[in-house]
Each structure stands twice: as structure tokens, then as C-alpha cells.
């Protein structure tokens, strides 16, 4: 979860590497740093953000062409000044930064001990760096191979960059279940924990896969070979990445402007894929398995926090819409079960990175078993993108806010498209009505964008009226209960404010003993099956004098009546009424975020990509 930069050039490579941890400080920001080569090894790391950092190096020297940049997440060791990577071996000769969690590290840190190694941090970094230290004094070895017989002793899950002074010309990076890619540019080579630091230097880039080892200096150019020693090659990919999709636009946070993203963004995930007129959706990812997944028994879909809440909606999809069984699992939980998956099963990941470690775990448990893989991903060239049999990208461009929003809408259009495909393949969806839902997908954009324009003044009245509430619970019914989870999610995600998601139905099953004049409850209302039920619940609210903020469907008087305050959402068919209703929910835990004083972008202890367990 931590951000990785490092450059080989010939340029300058701090302003290289500040502006590169800039771009990744999403990923982590506990504490940052730097270490480049000019002759000596320079090392500069600081608590915080790396805001900080650029502080500390202020009249410090900053010069060299080579060099690696590190924004930690802290896992092993809290955050500060000497947990902080870069970390350095015991004679100072090497130096790494890491992203992952080195699972046998005491095991290890326990034998360099008896070697004589002393240790300064907490960290598991620490212990890798003197093992590869130790590998290459002892055997006199070049960096690059006492990296490679290093990393075949280690077990867990790492992304690495390494550096050696008595060889200041040459960078060295690996990895294993963490992301690592290779920007090519002119007389220049970039490493980065993803594309965001290198699309302004290169559009050029190779995508390391697990246990490879990547050798790099100007004059031999990349090498790359796997722990085994065996050269390999790789494609160079073209990026589509913009660099005015990583600034912020004008908008305070990007969690804004990715919220007011989304009539495009939902748009982008459309394209090409559907068209109203003619009444028809295409996914290339589904056609090349047609048969299989129409013939499919059973649905297994896979994922971690917001994305699972996309996985919840598409239970409903499936299963109304095409009549297919679905199982929605959280991956790290799967993947520790001795789950029973079939070869005529579909395992679905969504993942916004592509590079959940859970999830990437638990998928190639269920391809190792036979089934079917399909993809949800956001991040093009990610390992789960790699890993699976097919899948599609929901294209709405880089997240950069910590809490997900557009991605969520993304993988929620991508998955309503899947559904209805299904739905009119598997025999369960008429022609007319499958056309008539293709319609009425279509004009959801447009409603969003009519939503985020009539709703703002009064999500942000709401937000002044609520901003020092203490609890809050989330109701919803059929389609809209995981919109309840996922409103609860963000809410304390970036407010800190203590939220919880209900089935309505279930609020009396016990939550009801927390309902009094303090308990803010949201009642997402526009389901049209059960809006009867809705009122009931809104009206046992109520008689214990719980204040009700409602997303309702416009034109809704008899709700009206009832919340203390209502947000209306343009009518639409109940499977689309999720890619409305959440988005009020978004606004509302931004603006009370901002209110309370929260960083909305980085919020405490959490990072955008989880890439350990």
C-alpha cells in the first residue's frame, strides 16, 4: 500500500521524485523518503506527509541522476522518522524501499543476528536489506544477484527498489503480489508502485510480473529475469493515462471532483459498449466465454470494502435480471475457507486497482479449481487484469481520493451490463423489455448530472445541521440495502463519524435500542416494491424520535412529510436506482468531512490500494 518511485537518468532526479511521491502520496502517508547517488548515498526520510519531507531537504544536497523515493503506509513498526524507508543495510552500502509485508522476517531477522547484524527500525524492510547485504559480502556478488537469491528466501509479498553505492549506475527492482511497472523514456527509466509518477516523463511502460527481477542502467537498458534465473521478455505498453486527470481541477479534494466525475465517467464506462437506439449492450470480455457463462450454475463474486458493496447490487442483478444464482464473498475470507468451487462456477473480482491482495489471492484459489475468472478493474495492465480468464474495464480514469466514488459507479454500470446481457441471453429478459432497460441505462448519466446540480445546497445544509453527530445508521431495502453500506462506509471513512448499514427490515432485529433524539438515521426510500415498508420503518424512527435524512424519488410527498430532511434523485427503473441514490450519500459525507475539519483525500489510517493482508 505504500508509493514507490525511482529514477535512472539524465536529469536531476529529486524534482523527479518529489513530484513522483506527490502523485503517490495516496497510496500512504505516514512518513516519506528519499536516497540518491552523486558520488556518496544521500538518505532524507521524515515523518508525515511529504509536504515534510520537502521541508527537511530543503539546503541539503539534493544532487544525482539516480535515485528512489518511498510514501509509507505503516505495517511493521509505527509511523516515524526511523521506520521511515529508505532503509540501509548494515554497512550503509544498500539501500531499499519496499511496499508489502515480508512474512518470515523474524525468522530471518533472528539468523542475521547470529551473523552480527544489528537492527534500528521496527520495520521488515530493515531485515531485507541486510539479508541481501549479507548475500552479496559473503559471496561477492553483484547487486542484481544477491537481490535474486535474497528474494528465494523470502516469503510474503513485496514490491522493491535497491540501489548500491559501489555501484551508483544501476537500480534494481522485483516484486511478488505487489505492483511494480517500468516507465521507458528517452535516456531516462522510471519505477513506480503504478503509472501515476511516470506518465508525464513516458507513456512507455513494462509491467513486472511476481517473482521477476528487473536490472536497470543506461547503458544495457532493462533486464529482466525471474528468480530462476531465466531471461525474459516483456511487451511495452502505451498508457492511457492524461496528466490533467492527476491535478485537481480547481475543486478542493479530489474526492469533489471525482464525485462530479461520474456523468462522464459513467458515460466512458458505456461507450462503445451499448447502444440505446438500436437497443443492444456488448461486452468483448463476455463473448469470447458466452457459452460458458450462460450456461453457468452458480456465480461466486469477489471483493473487498466498496467494491464489495458493487458485489452486493449485483447479487440483485444476476439473480433478478438473469435468474442466476450469485454468492458474494469478502476475499479475505474466501481465500482462508476450504470454499467449494465448481468448474461450472464464474468467479467474478472487482477490485478499483487490480491489485488486491485478498482478492488476487482467492482468484487464483478459484482458478486453480476450475472455474471461470472474469475481472472488474479499473487500472489497466493490473495483475487481476492478468490473472483472469476475461474481464472488462470500467474506464472512469485514476481515483486518487482514498474513499471511492466513481469507481463505485463504474463497477456498478459495468456489473448492470453484464446483468442485462445475461438477463437477454439466458431467456429470462424479452426483447422489448431488454431494450426498454438498455434506454433507460443510457439516460442515467444525464439524470447524475441533474442530481449533483439540483441536490448541492441542500446535502450541504444538511451536512452543518449533522456535522457533530456521534452515530448514524443506514437502512435500506432490496436493491438499495448495500447502497445503505456503502453510504455508511464513506461516511466514516472521511468524517469519523460512527455509521453503520442496515437491511430496514432488520432495525428491528435489534439496532432500534440505539434509536433516540441524538441517532441520525438515512433511509435510502425509492424502491417502488417496498415503499410502504420504507414509511413503516421511517415512522417506527420517528415514534422514538431518531432524526431521518431520506433519499427519496422526486415527486415523493408522503416521505416528505415524515424525515426532517429529504433528498430527491430523478426517477428511474429500480436495478439503475443504486447509481442514484449513493450519490446524495457521497456528497453528504464529503461535505461533513469538511466540516469537522477532516482530510478528506487521506483520511487516518487509510490507504487507496490495499495491497497486504
Not at 414509511?535 to 433519499?551: D, Y
Request: net charge negative; with cysteine; proline share 3%.
Amino acid at each position: 500500500m505504500c508509493g514507490i518511485v525511482a529514477y535512472i537518468g539524465t536529469k536531476d532526479a529529486y524534482p523527479v521524485l518529489i513530484k513522483g511521491l506527490s502523485r503517490l502520496e495516496y497510496r500512504g502517508y505516514d512518513s516519506a523518503g528519499i536516497a540518491l547517488q552523486n558520488g556518496t548515498l544521500n538518505i532524507y526520510k521524515k515523518k508525515g506527509k511529504v509536504e515534510n519531507l520537502i521541508e527537511f531537504t530543503k539546503n541539503k544536497d539534493t544532487s544525482g541522476h539516480v535515485g528512489m523515493g518511498h510514501t509509507r503506509w505503516a505495517t511493521h513498526g509505527k509511523p516515524d522518522d526511523t521506520n521511515a524507508h529508505p532503509h540501509t543495510g548494515g554497512t550503509g552500502r544498500l539501500v531499499l524501499i519496499h511496499n508489502g509485508i515480508i512474512e518470515n522476517y523474524a525468522v530471518l531477522k533472528s539468523a542475521l543476528q547470529k551473523h552480527g547484524h544489528t537492527f534500528s527500525s521496527e520495520t521488515d524492510t530493515e531485515v531485507l536489506v541486510h539479508l541481501i547485504e549479507e548475500i552479496q559480502l559473503r559471496e561477492n556478488l553483484a547487486l542484481e544477484e544477491a537481490v535474486r537469491q535474497a528474494l528465494t528466501q523470502v516469503t510474503g509479498a513485496y514490491a522493491i527498489v535497491v540501489m548500491d553505492r559501489e555501484d551508483p549506475h544501476k537500480i534494481v527492482a522485483a516484486r511478488k503480489s505487489s505492483p511494480l511497472v517500468v516507465g521507458i523514456g528517452k535516456e531516462s527509466f522510471l519505477v513506480a508502485s503504478d503509472a501515476t509518477p511516470i506518465v508525464e516523463h513516458t507513456k512507455n511502460v513494462v509491467y513486472l510480473d511476481d517473482e521477476e527481477v528487473a536490472t536497470i542502467t543506461l547503458e544495457h537498458g532493462l533486464v529482466i529475469k525471474n528468480l530462476r534465473n531465466e531471461t525474459t521478455t516483456h511487451t511495452v505498453h502505451a498508457i492511457e493515462l492524461q496528466i490533467e486527470q492527476l491535478e485537481k481541477g480547481g475543486y478542493d479534494y479530489f474526492m469533489l471532483k471525482e464525485i462530479y466525475e461520474q456523468p462522464v465517467t459513467i458515460a466512458e464506462c458505456m461507450r462503445g459498449r451499448m447502444n440505446a437506439e438500436e437497443g443492444w449492450v456488448r461486452l468483448g470480455g463476455m463473448e469470447e466465454h458466452m457459452k460458458r457463462l450462460v450456461n453457468a450454475q452458480r456465480m461466486i463474486i469477489l471483493g473487498c470494502g466498496t467494491s464489495w458493496h458493487a458485489g452486493m447490487i449485483a447479487e440483485y442483478l444476476f439473480e433478478d435480471l438473469a435468474r442466476l444464482p450469485v454468492e458474494v464473498e469478502y476475499a479475505s475470507e474466501f481465500r482462508y475457507r476450504n470454499p467449494v468451487v465448481r468448474d461450472q462456477d464464474i468467479v467474478l473480482a472487482i477490485s478499483q486497482s487490480g491489485e488486491t491482495a485478498d482478492t488476487f489471492a482467492a482468484l487464483e484459489m478459484a482458478k486453480e479449481r476450475g472455474a471461470l475468472t472474469y475481472g472488474i478493474v479499473n487500472v489497466v495492465g493490473s495483475s487481476i487484469a492478468r490473472l483472469t480468464h476475461s474481464g472488462s474495464y470500467i474506464h472512469v480514469g485514476p481515483e486518487i481520493g482514498v474513499a471511492s466514488t466513481k469507481a463505485f459507479t463504474g463497477q456498478v454500470t459495468m456489473l448492470t451490463m453484464m446483468a442485462l446481457i445475461l438477463g437477454y441471453e439466458r431467456g429470462y429478459l424479452p426483447k422489448s423489455r431488454y431494450q426498454e432497460l438498455v434506454q433507460e441505462l443510457s439516460r442515467i448519466p444525464e439524470k447524475v448530472d441533474r442530481l449533483l446540480k439540483n441536490c448541492q445546497k441542500q446535502v450541504e445544509y444538511i451536512a452543518g445541521e449533522l456535522k457533530d453527530a456521534v452515530n448514524s445508521l443506514y437502512l435500506g431495502r432490496g436493491y438499495n440495502f448495500p447502497v445503505a453500506l456503502e453510504g455508511a462506509l464513506k461516511l466514516k471513512e472521511i468524517s469519523y463519524i460512527h455509521a453503520e448499514g442496515y437491511p430496514a427490515a432488520e432495525m428491528k432485529h435489534g439496532p432500534i435500542a440505539l434509536i433516540d433524539e441524538n441517532m441520525l438515521v438515512f433511509v435510502i426510500a425509492t424502491n417502488k416494491s417496498a415503499h410502504d415498508k420504507v414509511v413503516s420503518n421511517i415512522q417506527e424512527v420517528k415514534a422514538r424520535k431518531g432524526i431521518v435524512v431520506a433519499v427519496v424519488t422526486e415527486g415523493d410527498t408522503d416521505i416528505k412529510e415524515l424525515a426532517d430532511f429529504t433528498i430527491e434523485i430523478p426517477e428511474t427503473e429500480e436495478p439503475f436506482t443504486p447509481l442514484l441514490s449513493v450519490i446524495p450519500l457521497q456528497l453528504l459525507a464529503y461535505h461533513t468531512a469538511v466540516l469537522r475539519g477532516c482530510n478528506v483525500d487521506q483520511p487516518r489510517n487509510l490507504a487507496k490500494s490495499v495491497t497486504v493482508e
